[in-house]
């Protein structure tokens, strides 16, 4: 496993989760990272990105001014602060990185070719 994802539940609506994501023993060179998410019956879509040496991040629409993501260099690691969390945020959540170079908020599942696992979020209404 490249990247392990983690921090997923069930929560209620209006609730907030951290999602963590590590390269464990990374051996890879990391220029962004991203969260994706996919609801039951529906296509995988973008969340945020963030680039790992400027820090710059990226939002989707439905996301942003709720969500933030943030990566600690130091410890290959990078999260998804998700606020005010709705029923339609609810979908398994997965991390993504990018080793090859390009310092732009790639957005497309295809641009990333390292991925997680996946960890669950499930928000009530």
């Known amino acids: 496993v490249q990247l392990q994802a983690s921090g997923g539940g069930l929560v209620q609506a209006g609730d907030s989760l951290r999602l963590s994501c590590t390269a464990p023993?990374?051996?890879?060179?990391?220029?962004?990272a991203s969260w994706f998410r996919q609801a039951p019956g529906k296509e995988r879509e973008f969340v945020s990105v963030?680039?790992?040496?400027?820090?710059?991040?990226y939002y989707a629409d439905s996301v942003k001014g709720r969500f933030t993501i943030s990566r600690d260099r130091a410890s290959n690691m990078v999260y998804l602060q998700m606020n005010s969390l709705k029923p339609e945020d609810t979908a398994v959540y997965y991390c993504?990185?990018?080793?090859?170079?390009?310092?732009?908020?790639?957005?497309?599942?295809?641009?990333?070719?390292?991925w997680g696992q996946g960890t669950l979020v499930t928000v009530s209404s």
């Open positions: 993504a990185a990018r080793s090859i170079s390009g310092n732009y908020y790639y957005s497309r599942s295809t641009d990333y070719d390292r």
């Open positions: 023993g990374r051996t890879f060179r990391l220029y962004s």
């Open positions: 963030i680039l790992w040496n400027g820090g710059g991040t």
